[in-house]
């Protein structure tokens, strides 16, 4: 629907002649007509249709309230739930690290274990375990517990957009020294995909690969 | 005093409460010979590394914890039941650290290795260098194991460790469809 001085008009030639008469009353003599040749200008400017082709830009959408993410569910988990990667790195403070590597690292955590609810369901308890999802009233009125709010809602959110800085990642530890080197299973190997850094307790997130079974030595007939 | 150490190894798998000083909760019958057999014949198995079975037998300690009433800061509030083993050196300065999860499937017991560590107290501190989880878990764990550090160590010959027939899972080769389609046999 075109547009004829900021209003629209199904109708371009009506619009154009009231749209004129407005004009007329304020920029032209006493009988509506420009005096000056800039008001006539201005006038026929003005009353021209414009924006035929292009749509007025969509007003912005209220933003969503933060707590409306929580109760949206991955698989089995909600994020809620994964805000309880706040009781597993309890009272884990930034030291040395600035708080926005504490917090990216606390998103990382968040990933993990959303990739790892899409990957086991009902099972992730057995298999790639944390903390209660629980969390006891005191805690959860604390400061830390609404960083880790934070970081799951972020972490799903970036999922939903199709970003994962872990890229699918599903298990992580805590080291209490700065190495990378890959750890080693009984069965296998794993390597580490993300070092971040935790400080108070001089401890380093890691995120790892997904273990890889060692190739089993052919037995003796 | 191979034979010694078989018929206490029997006793404990017939009667587990009598000798089991760290077990938080009665295991059920014949339930730690499945977990040793799953310790050592899982799929991606044996879970004791060499070095603390060179001469041929394994000494360990363990805990057993099912679902609790009230669970406290450090405790799971889910319905699983879990099987915490430690498998010691034979100076008893660093270990393997095991977590199984107990569960069925149908009549058929079935254990999942939900986590592993290595456990080093060489330096008089007992640490655990596990492999899932924080802070909070590193706490669960450490509680368990200093009680398992304190108990007398069970030995048992690895031969005498048989294959029990109980389906063993572990998170290095998961299989979550067993949950509904469980296999018909799993050796």
């Not at chain 1, 749509?55 to 933003?63: Q, R």
């Not at chain 2, 006793?11 to 014949?30: D, N």
């Not at chain 2, 004791?48 to 057993?64: K, M």
């Amino acid at each position: 629907m075109p547009t004829i001085n900021g209003r629209y008009y199904a109708n371009p030639a009506y619009g154009s002649v009231l749209e004129r008469s407005r004009l007329g009353e304020l920029l032209g003599d006493r009988r509506g007509e420009p005096s000056q040749p800039w008001a006539a200008e201005l006038i026929d400017y003005y009353t021209q249709p414009h924006s035929v082709n292009e749509p007025p830009p969509s007003p912005t959408p209220p933003g969503m309230p933060p707590e409306a993410w929580d109760d949206m569910r991955i698989n089995k988990l909600k994020v809620r739930d994964v805000a309880n990667i706040a009781n597993e790195n309890r009272d884990v403070t930034p030291g040395k690290s600035s708080p926005e590597e504490l917090q990216q690292a606390k998103v990382a955590q968040g990933h993990a274990i959303i990739n790892a609810d899409r990957a086991f369901g009902s099972n992730r308890d057995k298999l790639a375990s944390t903390a209660p999802k629980e969390v006891t009233p005191a805690l959860g009125n604390s400061p830390q517990y609404k960083q880790a709010q934070d970081a799951a809602r972020t972490a799903f959110q970036q999922q939903l957009a199709g970003k994962d800085p872990t890229g699918g990642k599903k298990w992580f530890n805590n080291r209490s020294d700065a190495s990378t080197a890959p750890r080693h299973l009984s069965g296998g190997d794993q390597s580490v995909s993300q070092q971040m850094g935790l400080g108070s307790q001089q401890k380093y997130t890691v995120i790892y690969n997904d273990p890889v079974p060692r190739a089993k030595q052919p037995t003796k007939k | 005093m191979r034979i010694w150490r078989l018929a206490l190894f029997l006793f404990c798998c017939a009667g587990p409460q009598m000798c089991e000083p760290a077990a938080a909760q009665q295991l059920e019958k014949g339930m730690l010979g499945q977990a040793l057999d799953c310790a050592m014949h899982e799929e991606e198995s044996p879970w004791v590394p060499a070095e603390f079975r060179s001469d041929g037998f394994l000494r360990f300690t363990y805990l057993y914890e099912g679902p609790k009433a009230k669970p406290g800061p450090y405790d799971y509030d889910d319905k699983l039941y879990r099987l915490y083993l430690a498998f010691w050196n034979t100076n008893r300065t660093k270990g393997e650290f095991l977590v199984l999860t107990a569960d069925r499937t149908g009549a058929r017991r079935w254990f999942t290795v939900s986590n592993e560590g290595h456990i080093d107290r060489s330096r008089g501190e007992l640490t655990l260098d596990f492999f899932q989880g924080g802070v909070w878990t590193e706490r669960h764990y450490m509680i368990r194991l200093r009680k398992m550090a304190a108990a007398e160590a069970q030995t048992v010959s690895v031969r005498d460790v048989k294959r029990t027939g109980v389906l063993c899972d572990s998170f290095l080769n998961p299989h979550p469809e067993w949950d509904t389609q469980p296999p018909p046999r799993q050796r």
